[in-house]
C-alpha cells in the first residue's frame, strides 16, 4: 500500500482523484494549495504526488522542484487544462513524470497511478543496491577486509580482534573450516603495530614433517639432496611482522618441540646448519581441530598448546550467524560477477529462501563456491533458484532417494557426492585444482575422490 498526495485548489478535483487512488487500494493525502502540499510531505512522506500545474502562490512546477529537493525518487504527475499542454511538457522537462488534461479520466488517472507507483519503487530499489554496494565497499576497504557481517556473533569477534591486535600477544584462532580464520589473523596483523611488516602464513597440514621443518626454519645449502642454495624459512621471512601457522593442529608430533622452543626463546637453527637465527615475529595459530582432545589424546603437546593458546578467538560457523548468510551472498555476488557473469547484481527472495535454510557445513566458503556455481549457471540478471547448486536443490535429495530406495543412507550420500563432484569437474573444464576450489576440498582429497568413483 502506497501513500498518494494529492495537491489542486479544486475540491471537486481533489475528490474525484481520492476516490481513484482508494480504488486501487492506496492511501491518500490532499491538499488545496502547493505550499500544505509540501507541509503534508515533510511530515509523512509520499511515494506519489499529483499536483495542478495552475495554482495561486505555489504553481505545480514549483512543487516539482521541491518534490525533487525532498525526496528524488518520488514521481510527479501534472494536471493541465485544456490548452496549456505545451507548458506540461515544459514541466515534465524539469522532472515531472507524467501529465493529464482536464477533465480528468479516472481510469488513466488509476493507471498512470500504479505506473508511477512502479517507477517509485524501481527507484527507490536501486537506490537501496547502491546504498548496499557502497556498505559492502566499506566493508572491504575498512580494517576487516571480508570479514562481513553485521550479526551480534560478528560484532564480538570484531570487537576482539581490536583488543589483542593492540598487543603482541599469540593468539590462538579456533574454528570450523570455512569460517575465515586466515582472515581474521590478517585483520590482527593490519591493525597491530606489525602492519608495515610482512604477513607470512604457513599451512602447517600441507607438508610432510622435512618440508614443514625446512619451510618454517629454512636451510643450508647441501644440506639434503636437492638444497641448492641457503634457503630462509618463514619465521625469518617474518621478522618485524606476523607469521600465521595455519592448521597447526597438523603439525607432526617430532617438529612440535622444535616448534615450541622456536615460540619460546624466537631462536632457532636452519636445517642442516650450526648458527642460531634470532627473529623478532608475533605467532598467530589456528586449526579446525579440538586441540583440548588432540592434548587429552596424546597427538598433541600440553606445552605448545599452552604456548599458542595464550589468547583464545572462536570464530562462529556460518549456521549460527544466519542474519549475515544475505549480506555475504551480495558482497560474494559482487566480487565474482566480473569473473563469471558480470550480468548478474542480485539473488531472488526464493533462491535466498533456499540458501538460508541450508545447514551449510562448509561455512563461508562451502558459501562462496555456492554463489559462484549460481553465478555460472544463472541467465538475466538475477540468481534464480534454478541456478542454485544441486544442493540447494529441493528435489534433489528427495529425487535420489527415490531413485535408489533400495540403498543405505551411505549410499545415497556417496551418489549426490558423486553427481557434485562431477558437476564440478565438468564446469572447471576438468581443471583438477579449480574443482577442488569449487568443491572447498584439497587438491589431493580431490585426486582421491575422482579415482573412488571413477571419474578420471
Request: glycine share 8%.
Amino acid at each position: 500500500m502506497a501513500l498518494v498526495l494529492i495537491i489542486d485548489d479544486n475540491e471537486t478535483i481533489r475528490d474525484g482523484l481520492a476516490h481513484a487512488v482508494k480504488k486501487l487500494g492506496h492511501t491518500f493525502l490532499v491538499a488545496a494549495s502547493g505550499a500544505v502540499g509540501m507541509e503534508l510531505m515533510r511530515a509523512h512522506g509520499a511515494d506519489f504526488v499529483i499536483t495542478d500545474l495552475k495554482m495561486e502562490g505555489m504553481t505545480g512546477v514549483d512543487v516539482i522542484k521541491a518534490v525533487a529537493a525532498l525526496d528524488a525518487d518520488v514521481p510527479v504527475m501534472v494536471l493541465t487544462g485544456y490548452g496549456t499542454v505545451d507548458v506540461a511538457v515544459e514541466a515534465m522537462k524539469l522532472g515531472a513524470f507524467d501529465f493529464i488534461t482536464k477533465p480528468v479520466d479516472a481510469s488513466l488517472v488509476r493507471l498512470k497511478t500504479e505506473r508511477a507507483l512502479e517507477l517509485c519503487a524501481n527507484r527507490r530499489g536501486r537506490r537501496r543496491s547502491d546504498a548496499f554496494s557502497e556498505y559492502l565497499q566499506r566493508e572491504t576497504d575498512d580494517r576487516f577486509v571480508e570479514l562481513i557481517g553485521q550479526s551480534d556473533k560478528m560484532l564480538t569477534v570484531r570487537r576482539a580482534i581490536e583488543k589483542v591486535a593492540a598487543s603482541d600477544t599469540t593468539v590462538f584462532i579456533g574454528g570450523e573450516s570455512g569460517t575465515g580464520k586466515e582472515l581474521v589473523a590478517r585483520a590482527i596483523h593490519r591493525m597491530s603495530r606489525r602492519h608495515a611488516g610482512p604477513f607470512v602464513k604457513v599451512n602447517c597440514s600441507a607438508l610432510t614433517e622435512s618440508l614443514l621443518e625446512s619451510e618454517l626454519f629454512g636451510h643450508e645449502k647441501g644440506s639434503f639432496t636437492g638444497a641448492i642454495r641457503q634457503k630462509l624459512g618463514r619465521f625469518e621471512l617474518a621478522e618485524g611482522g606476523t607469521l600465521f601457522l595455519d592448521e597447526v593442529g597438523d603439525v607432526p608430533a617430532a617438529m612440535q618441540a622444535k616448534l615450541l622452543r622456536a615460540l619460546q626463546e624466537r631462536t632457532f637453527e636452519r636445517v642442516g646448519g650450526e648458527t642460531t637465527v634470532k627473529v623478532d615475529v608475533r605467532v598467530l595459530s589456528a586449526t579446525n581441530k579440538d586441540l583440548d582432545k588432540e592434548v587429552a589424546e596424546g597427538r598433541f603437546r600440553q606445552d605448545l598448546f599452552f604456548r599458542l593458546h595464550v589468547i583464545p578467538l572462536a570464530l562462529p560457523p556460518l549456521r549460527e550467524r544466519r542474519d549475515d548468510i544475505p549480506l555475504l551472498v551480495q558482497h560474494f555476488i559482487g566480487k565474482l560477477a566480473a569473473k563469471t557473469n558480470a550480468r548478474i547484481r542480485s539473488i531472488s527472495d526464493e533462491a535466498l529462501g533456499r540458501v538460508l535454510a541450508y545447514h551449510w557445513p562448509g561455512n563461508v566458503r562451502e558459501l562462496e563456491n555456492a554463489v559462484e556455481q549460481a553465478l555460472v549457471f544463472a541467465e538475466g540478471d538475477t540468481i534464480l533458484p534454478a541456478a542454485l547448486p544441486p544442493f540447494l536443490q529441493p528435489t534433489g535429495p528427495s529425487e535420489a532417494l527415490s531413485v535408489n530406495r533400495a540403498l543405505a543412507l551411505p549410499e545415497i550420500l556417496e551418489d549426490l557426492e558423486r553427481q557434485l563432484i562431477l558437476k564440478a569437474y565438468e564446469q572447471s573444464g576438468k581443471v583438477k585444482t579449480e574443482t577442488a576450489r569449487l568443491l572447498g576440498i584439497k587438491t589431493s582429497a580431490l585426486y582421491y575422490k575422482l579415482e573412488k568413483y571413477g571419474i578420471a
